[in-house]
């Protein structure tokens, strides 16, 4: 279940936003200033925050450059265009101008929310596709309770083949994805680094796990 804090010093607008989306199915935090905010902060992780500008204490000018890796939606009377360039260009990641559509703002709550997942998933160390696990700090496969030793540059590769399951990779976007991490890969050394991991993967399960796509590149496949 996914949780937000709602920083509103307006009782009637906090109590607003609570009721509507503990009805969505989201647990609620609330705070009714900057300086409360930042001390339920120090204590809890909330999913995403609906902020207020105007608040006692701190205020949301003020507060935004203190939350770290927390979606922020900026919901404000003010209507300044400038003001909002400035605050996105801060770290809030959506401005809802005050009245609102309850609606409108919960559709924005699961695409702000959705992006953060997808952010996530990207900066995660293991990547998962069926019951093939991908841990790439330790460079390691694992499959049918075998967990298979990689190098760095067949890691980079079974990683983003992992994460296009059943759509093709071309040669060219494989080298130019992994180059940064793996310089030894060159165009001449792909296709062995894929037979690699092809043959490791295939010892344990019995399965070629990496099609060849004539004339495009390399496509992942669960079985």
Do not use: W
Not at 25 to 46: D, N, R, W
Not at 99 to 125: G, M, T, W
Not at 144 to 170: F, Y
């Amino acid at each position: 279940m996914k949780s937000i804090m709602v920083i509103d010093d307006d009782l009637y607008i906090n109590k607003l936003l609570e009721e509507a989306l503990v009805a969505e199915g989201y647990l609620v935090t609330k705070a009714f200033s900057g300086t409360e905010a930042l001390q339920i902060l120090s204590k809890v992780t909330p999913d995403l925050i609906l902020m207020d500008l105007m608040l006692p204490g701190l205020s949301g000018e003020e507060l935004l450059p203190q939350i770290r890796d927390i979606p922020v939606i900026v919901v404000s009377a003010k209507v300044d265009v400038s003001n909002k360039v400035d605050l996105l260009l801060k770290g809030a990641v959506d401005y809802v101008t005050k009245p609102f559509e309850i609606k409108e703002l919960l559709a924005r709550i699961v695409v702000a929310l959705r992006k953060q997942d997808v952010k996530k998933e990207e900066n995660s160390d293991v990547i998962r596709t069926g019951e093939i696990s991908l841990d790439t700090s330790l460079l390691t496969v694992s499959l049918q309770g075998h967990e298979i030793s990689l190098t760095r540059t067949e890691c980079a590769i079974l990683k983003l083949l992992m994460k296009n399951e059943g759509r093709p990779v071309g040669r060219n976007t494989i080298l130019d994805k992994i180059s940064e991490d793996t310089p030894d890969c060159t165009e001449r050394s792909l296709k062995q680094h894929i037979s690699n991991i092809r043959k490791k993967m295939e010892a344990v399960s019995g399965i070629d796990h990496i099609e060849t796509v004539y004339g495009i590149g390399f496509k992942f496949r669960q079985s």
